[in-house]
Structure formats: C-alpha cells, structure tokens
C-alpha cells in the first residue's frame, strides 16, 4: 500500500512547468501494489474504461502508467478507477507557507486555485498557521506549478524545505510584526492631529472658534487632507495592493471591504475640500478622520492578531526548544562536538550530567537517570543502563553514559512528535466545511448590502441624504470584515492540539479533535491496555510446613527450564527477592497439567489442580484460597515438593496503577466503558466487576476485535477503541476514534488518530476533555464571529436610526470589528489553561495496584 510522503528533492521527479505544457496530453502515474503481469492488464483495462483517456500503457518494472488524455480526468476519478481493480495511485504531499492572508475569504480562494491545478487531489489552508496542505497525485504536479496558482490568487507561497522553512517562516512573521508596527507608528502620528483638532472642535467650542479664526475652514480641510493622504497611501496602501486585485477576481476579501470603506470616506473628502460646488447644499462636510482611524485601528488590530497567532505556535516552539543544539561524537578515536544535523546513525554519542540527550539510541556504556517527562509525562527520573534505549530531547540528571544513535535527524521520536502536531494543527475540522461554505458567500453579501444601505439612505434618509449614505455604507464595509470567522476554528485548533502535546495526547489526525468530543462509549483492550501487558507473581500461598522463600527459590528453579510467560514471571520474582536458583535436572513437561523436575534431590513437581489429583493430592487446604483468586479472575496453580503439598501460587498481569481511575473519570464523563479480551468469560467479568466496567466481550480471537467492535456499535453508538498491540491495528482503525497507547507498536501508532504517550489510560479522559473543551470554544468563537456580525450589520445600516436615532460611526464599525477578532483569539488561547480530568501523575498513585489473571489477550 502506498503512503504518503512529503515530496523530496531526490523522490520521483515531477515535471516542471514547461514539461508539463510541452506534453499537455500526457500523463505519467505512479502505481502501487503490482507484482505481476496481469496486474499490468488489469490496471490498463481499468484506466482505458475512462472516457477522457485514449491510450494507457502500464510499466512493472517502473510500476508507473503512461497514458494519452483527450482532456484531463478528475485526479478522484483516476484514483477510483485504479482502485477497483486493486491497486493504488500514489499521491504525495507537499506543505506550502502562504503570504498575505488576512480573512476566510483569502482561505477559499487559495483553496479553490490549488484545487484548479490538474492533479491536485487535495488543498486544504489554514489561516492561523499560514500554511496549505497539497496532497496530488505523484508524477503530475511540481512545487512551481503550485506556487504559481497561489500567486494567481492574489498571494505569495513557498515551499517549506526552501530557505529553511520554519526559520524563513518565522523571520517572515517578525518582518510583518516590524511592518505593521511601522506603519501604525506612522499611521497614528498623522491620524492624532486629525482625530484631536477635529473631534476636539466638537466637544470644546472655544477650540473651534480658534481654528476657524487661525487657519480658516479651508486651509484646515487642507492639512487634514496632507495628514489622511499620508496615512491612505502610506499604511493604508496594502489594503490597495490585496484588496484591488481581488476585486477585479471578483473575490472581494477584507481588505477589498476595508479599501471600498476607507476610499468612500477619503474620497468624499476629497470632493468636498477640493469641488464642493458639486456636492448638494448642506452636505460639504469631510470625514478624513474616519479613513485615516479606520486604517489605523485595523493595522493595530492586525498587530495584535499577528502576536496572538505566534503565541498559538507556542507549544511547537517549546517542542522545539527540547532538542539539542550540538553532539559529542566519538569519530577516529576522538570525541569531537557536532552540529545536531551531522550526527548520523551509527555514530556513538557521549552525554554528560546535565545535558540533553541529542537523538535516539541504545546505551553502549555507562549509566545515568534520565528525565523522560517530555515522552512519558512521569516525573520520576528513569534509570538507563547499557543495552537501554534512549530518546532524543530528555535531559541526563546523573552519571555519564555513551550510546549509539539508532534515529537521527527526521526519525526520531521528537521529530515524529513535532510533525504529528504541526501536521494535526495545520488540519481541517468538518465544523470548518461549514464556515469556509458560508464565508464564501460573506463579502459578496455585504457589498450587496452596503450597495442597497447607500441606495435606501440616499432615497428616503433625511437632510443630507448623500452624508448619512456615505456614513453608514461605510460603516456595513467596515463592521463585517470576516477575520474572525476566519480564525475561530485553526487558532482553538492549534492552541488545543498544542495543549495535548504538553499533555502527552497526540492527535495525528485533527478530524480527532472534533469526532472525540461526540464518542459515547470507550472500548478497551485488555492486555497492554488495561493492564501492564507482562505476567506477574501476585500471590505464593505455603503450606504449613514450608518456608516462603524456599519454595519460591524451588519452584524458580523448576520454571527457569519453561519458556512460558507463567514461568518466565516465577523466576523474575525470585531473582528480584533476591533468591540464587539451584540447577534442576530431569525436567519433563506433561501438556495439559504442568512440569516436573528434581532440585537438589527433591522432586519438583508444578500445575494445575487436576495435575495434582493425578498425582493423588488432595488440594482442599487451599480451597478457601483458591476461591478467593477465582473471584479476582485469577486461576491458580499448584506445587508439590517430595510428594507433599507445597504451595498454591497465581501468576496474573497487574492492572496498571492509573487504570482504576482512569475508568472512574471516563465514567464520570459520561461515558460507557467496555473491555475487549481473550479471557475466558468468568475471568473477564470478574476483572469487570473489580473495575467497575459497563460490558465485556470476552474469548475473542486476535482477529475477532474488528467483529467486536462493530458489535458495541450497534445502535448507532460512537465509539472509540483504545489499544497498543499489533493486533489492535485494524480495530483502531475500525473505531470512529482510535487511540494508541504509545509505548504499543509502531503498526498500532500508525493505525491510530489519536496517540497516548503516557503508556496509561490516564489521558483517555484527558483526551475526550480536551476535545469536548475544543469544541465548545469553536462553537463560542463561531458564535461571536457570526452574531456579532449578524447583530451590527443593521445597527451599521442604520436600523435603529428611525426609532432611536442610533447610528454607528465607521470609527467605532474598525475598533469593534479589532475586538471580534481579538476576542476570539484571546478565547481561543483560554485552552492554554485547559486544566485535565485527571490531573496527571500526582493522580497514579491514588489507586492500590490491582492484579488479574494474565492468560488472555
């Protein structure tokens, strides 16, 4: 099966531009999954039943499919066909950082220009971050080609990867941080004098019979006229350069509503210092002061949108911050220290006390304590030992140790971590469907509607009609600026994804975010899950007669000749109480009842309790015992020592310590619990019992949990599935919510949309927490987006001017239409704060280990 990879330059080569114009006709694809010649059949006979394509000719050898087009199919339909017949066209992926985006209009229109570029199966564009996720189908579409649609779009982009992208990246947004500040500075000198001198006049008469008495009214039109001009044509000119152009699209955009508000006022303005011979009697007035202070509070409004979006990357930042800046490699027998980027793998890495851990590796030498809080979200240091791996980012408390490097550069843990939320945040939730569909519409709208405002005042508005027109189309053009419909779900999206990653949660799918929140039951594997996945010792029972440590130190030496995970567990407990274990000989495995051997000329023999009947012994002395464990859902197992009876002894896999709580929480939630395992029945439900789960599938084969998760679907129920083993791959993909345990395989990782790094259920209920508080905030912002612009366009209209004689000056339209953006900027860095169900480790030792029986899955 093909995957998706970000396009490097050494991958399949695209065609550039002119190529691909020179051979318009042609198309070249890349096929995955065939092995043989009538695959090659198949796949030509599925693309030839395609009505645009004339002639295909597919290649094994290069597995890609050369095919003549009469006109260019739709790159869906090119994917469905191939795949009915079995097989895959491979697409790849490409991130694009995108300049001079300013509402969610910018957003649909990047979208629909990408969307245009023939191959081009995906494009999804995020205002917050600034970037557009291109997924296309391999061999057709090149970087230059997409750039150049964006550009044709009104808008600059880049491919990052090109000029270090994340740095490139960040200088960008400081240089518009410098040009923003820049042009209010300059804005705000010129618009003070205007805003003072002629507000002033109106609130202090003495003030006004002074300027008229001074400068005149004329000459006084004129410096407002050289002081708006300044700040029209200086700051205010980037408003001319995008929304002009977008215009012309027939794409109007913000800065095409700010360009028609603030040019309506200035040019009016204009007319009445200049010819206001021309303007009906009575209307000479100008309104400089209003475009230069709605140029002025816009930029300041963008200021402070731009400083909320950098803080909405925080968590990336703080990511990225973990890494080392160099390494001490040992090469030709000496240590030499090295930029992060030239370590490679293979290389022997030393670290010293106090230092950070550069990449991943297995220790070769020495010993240390790490701080692994980054990975696991345990504050205890974690004791690293030769033959140990180590993860790149955690920070050395203690010893000197050396390691060799397994994953360098892109591949390792950190780097997956950092890409897995850059790519959740760059993501697009289903609510976003709905808000880029009705944006889409928006500013069209609200031209129409300031057209048709200008026209009624203009008709039946009092004396001076043509003022109140001008005044109050202006205000429409102003109040309605989309911005915060634009930013309500990327900037809750990014801080929240963020949040989790500090959290240890990390969503690899952003649709997570969203599907998450509406989940009513969570389905739980067992082994590994639920519980620490090893067997362990959790109870040795003597008989009277018998010494505890003997008969453990005995029965080890029995088991160390087993290889079965009940053995392997007798002997780990014996070796950790300290035990030497004597050599046992003639051991005999009997299938069915247990083993037997001689220790030190005793005869050893360990089972069941029909292997002890056999035996002729008789096991009701422990029955009171043996009852105890069934209840807990443990089955025992029995020793014998020289034909005596010894011991009753369970070996079980513990629950781990957070599990218990973790269920109360997801209960407390809301939520329904069931747990998934290959346990017999009665064992299952008394592990049930114990922690309080709501139903059990029990005896399920390692194939049968896809069946069993449709099953607790039924009825229309939303579940998610948590698990960690190879096993769970295809139910974690079969649940509405998949979510990893993350010290589980690499295959149940990858199968998953949400990855709980912890390696406990404590972040189960973080997780569902976390999306439901996401949700609600999205929802608050869209609130705030839309009502408030539902609720002013008519104040701004002038609808509460006949009953009330309320009219809203375009000054106040710019500074409210600032703060509904800033608002839902500020909400949506309220998730920064999210504080989780359970609190996190001060919680794991709330609860007393349990232990169950470990023979199922």
């Not at 550069?358 to 240390?368: I, Q």
């Not at 998760?709 to 190879?726: P, Q, S, T, Y």
Request: proline fraction near 4%; charged fraction near 20%.
């Amino acid at each position: 099966m093909a995957s998706v990879n970000t396009l490097h330059d050494n991958d399949v080569k695209t065609p550039t531009s002119s190529e691909a114009s020179s051979r318009s006709g042609q198309l070249s694809l890349a096929i995955a999954g065939m092995n043989c010649a009538s695959c090659v059949g198949r796949v030509e006979k599925a693309l030839q039943g395609l009505p645009q394509i004339e002639t295909a000719s597919v290649n094994l050898a290069t597995e890609r499919a050369d095919i003549t087009v009469s006109s260019m199919p739709e790159p869906a339909v090119l994917k469905e066909a191939v795949a009915k017949a079995g097989y895959e066209v491979i697409t790849e992926s490409l991130e694009l950082t995108i300049e001079g985006m300013s509402c969610a209009s910018c957003v649909g229109r990047i979208e629909k220009a990408l969307d245009g570029v023939p191959g081009v199966v995906e494009a999804q564009v995020n205002l917050a971050t600034e970037k557009a996720q291109v997924r296309y189908l391999a061999g057709l579409v090149d970087a230059a080609t997409l750039e150049d649609a964006v550009r044709s779009a009104g808008y600059e982009a880049r491919r990052i990867g090109d000029d270090a992208g994340g740095d490139r990246q960040a200088r960008a947004r400081e240089e518009e941080l410098a040009s923003l500040k820049r042009g209010i500075l300059l804005a705000a000198a010129a618009t003070l004098p205007i805003f003072v001198l002629e507000m002033g006049s109106h609130v202090w008469g003495g003030l006004h019979e002074w300027l008229m008495g001074s400068l005149g009214q004329q000459n006084l039109f004129y410096l407002f006229f050289v002081l708006a001009s300044l700040v029209q044509f200086g700051p205010g000119l980037r408003f001319y350069r995008k929304g002009w152009p977008a215009l012309m699209r027939g794409g109007p955009d913000m800065n095409s509503l700010v360009m028609l508000g603030t040019s309506a006022a200035y040019g009016y303005s204009l007319v009445a210092t200049f010819l206001p011979s021309v303007l009906p009697e009575g209307t000479v007035n100008v309104y400089y002061e209003a475009s230069a202070m709605i140029v002025t509070l816009i930029l300041i409004g963008r200021y402070m949108e731009a400083l909320s979006k950098g803080r909405t990357s925080e968590a990336i930042k703080r990511l990225m911050s973990l890494q080392a800046k160099t390494a001490r490699v040992i090469r030709g027998g000496e240590t030499i220290e090295v930029a992060l980027d030239e370590v490679r793998a293979g290389d022997i890495v030393q670290v010293r006390p106090g230092e950070k851990v550069p990449v991943d590796g297995e220790v070769t030498e020495g010993a240390s304590y790490l701080d692994e809080s980054m990975i696991s979200g345990e504050p205890v240091p974690v004791r690293k030992t030769e033959g140990m791996e180590v993860v790149g980012g955690t920070l050395n408390k203690t010893g000197s140790f050396a390691f060799r490097a397994t994953k360098v550069g892109g591949d390792t843990m950190l780097a997956q971590i950092i890409r897995m939320v850059e790519a959740a945040q760059g993501s697009k939730l289903p609510i976003q469907t709905l808000v880029d569909r009705v944006t889409g519409y928006f500013v069209p709208a609200v031209l129409a509607v300031a057209a048709l405002t200008f026209g009624i005042w203009l008709i039946f508005g009092p004396a001076p009609a043509l003022t109140f027109a001008l005044i109050n189309a202006v205000a429409v053009l102003i109040i309605a600026c989309p911005c915060a419909m634009g930013l309500a779900t990327p900037t809750s999206i990014m801080v929240a994804t963020g949040r989790a990653a500090e959290l240890g949660v990390l969503f690899r799918k952003g649709e997570a975010l969203q599907s998450l929140r509406g989940v009513d039951t969570i389905a739980l594997d067992k082994t590994g899950t639920l519980t620490k996945g090893r067997p362990e010792l959790t109870d040795l029972v003597v008989a009277e007669g018998f010494e505890r440590d003997d008969v453990l130190a005995t029965v080890a030496a029995v088991e160390a000749h087993s290889e079965h995970p009940v053995a392997e567990a007798i002997v780990a407990a014996a070796r950790a109480s300290g035990s030497t274990l004597s050599r046992a000989s003639d051991f005999e495995a009997t299938p069915g009842y247990g083993v037997s051997a001689k220790v030190d000329s005793r005869v050893v023999e360990i089972g069941a309790d029909r292997f002890m009947t056999r035996l002729g012994l008789d096991v009701a002395s422990f029955a009171d015992t043996a009852s105890r464990l069934a209840d807990e859902g443990k089955t025992p197992l029995y020793a014998a020592i020289d034909g005596r009876l010894a011991a009753i002894i369970a070996v079980a896999d513990p629950i781990k310590e957070t599990t218990p709580g973790a269920i109360i929480t997801l209960h407390k939630l809301g939520l329904r619990v069931a747990m998934i395992t290959g346990d017999n029945r009665r064992t299952a439900e008394a592990i049930a019992r114990r922690l309080g789960i709501d139903e059990v599938i029990a005896e399920v084969l390692p194939d049968g949990k896809v069946d069993a998760i449709k099953r607790l679907r039924e009825g229309g129920r939303k579940l998610a599935f948590v698990g960690d083993g190879i096993n769970d791959a295809p139910a974690l993909a079969e649940a509405d919510v998949g979510l990893a345990i993350g010290t589980g395989t690499d295959v149940a990782i990858e199968s998953a949309d949400v990855v709980l790094m912890s390696g406990d259920l404590r972040n189960v209920p973080n997780a569902i927490g976390l999306s439901q508080a996401t949700i609600a905030n999205i929802k608050q912002n869209l609130f705030w987006a839309f009502a408030y612009n539902a609720a002013l366009i008519p104040v701004a209209a002038g609808a509460l001017y006949p009953a009330y004689g309320i009219l809203l000056s375009p000054i106040f339209a710019a500074a409210a239409m600032a703060l509904s953006s800033l608002f839902v900027l500020g909400n949506a860095l309220r998730l920064h704060r999210f504080t989780p169900p359970m609190g996190g480790d001060e919680d794991a030792g709330r609860n007393e280990p349990v232990a169950l029986e470990a023979m199922g899955n």
